[in-house]
Structure formats: C-alpha cells, structure tokens
C-alpha cells in the first residue's frame, strides 16, 4: 500500500504541474491581442484549475491520514481488522480515479478551447 501511494502522490504531483502549465499559458492568452475576446472564458479556466488544485490539496490531505493509519498499523500503536484498511485504501484509490477522469475531461476541454483561440489567431 505504501508503494502505491508514493505512485498517487506522484500523480498528484504531475497534474498540479500540469495545472500550473495551464495558468501560465491562460496567463500568455491573456496579454495577448486576443484578450478581451477570450477573458470570460479564460476567467471560468481560472476558476476551474483553482477548484482542482484545490481538490489534489483534499485528496493529499486524504491520503495522508490513510499513510499515518498504515503507519500506525505497521507499528502495533493501533489495530484494525485488514479488511477495514484494504476498504479505506481502495476509497483513496477510487478517489484518485475519479479526479484523473474529471481531469482528463478538462485537460480535453482547455485543449479544444486553445485550438480555437489559435485558428482565431490566423
């Protein structure tokens, strides 16, 4: 389990990277030319990759009290029937699922609205 979440916690860490990507680039659409013709949109971008930050920042703080469980489990502080632990660890790996194909959709979403911004360009 921990193995795993050292791989959630890197992929967590790629699409905070990824998000911060995304700012710059609205930050370039923005002092561009084309500014006022794409502000809305690029303010409701703005909004949307704030809400996923902060949804990574939730799942993070997740996974954190599930490491400590394991943790503490692994150390004899505290005791849980394995089942109970197994159910929380496929929860958090649910979880991440489910941000990775809402993810997905908005990487999908902001790709089809920078391919408009740039045949307006032309």
Not at 10 to 30: A, P, S, W
Not at 35 to 50: E, H, L
């Amino acid at each position: 389990m921990r193995q795993e979440h050292d791989q959630w916690q890197g992929r967590l860490r790629f699409y905070k990277d990824e998000i911060t990507h995304f700012c710059n680039h609205l930050g370039r659409l923005t002092g561009s030319g084309k500014a006022r013709d794409v502000s809305g949109t690029v303010n409701v971008f703005q909004d949307k990759f704030r809400n996923e930050e902060h949804h990574i920042e939730s799942i993070r703080n997740d996974f954190r009290k599930h490491e400590t469980l394991i943790r503490s489990l692994d150390e004899g502080v505290t005791s849980e029937p394995d089942g109970g632990i197994r159910k929380i660890h496929n929860t958090q790996r649910e979880k991440l699922d489910r941000f990775e194909r809402m993810f997905h959709e908005l990487r999908s979403e902001f790709n089809v609205f920078l391919d408009r911004v740039d045949k307006d360009r032309r």
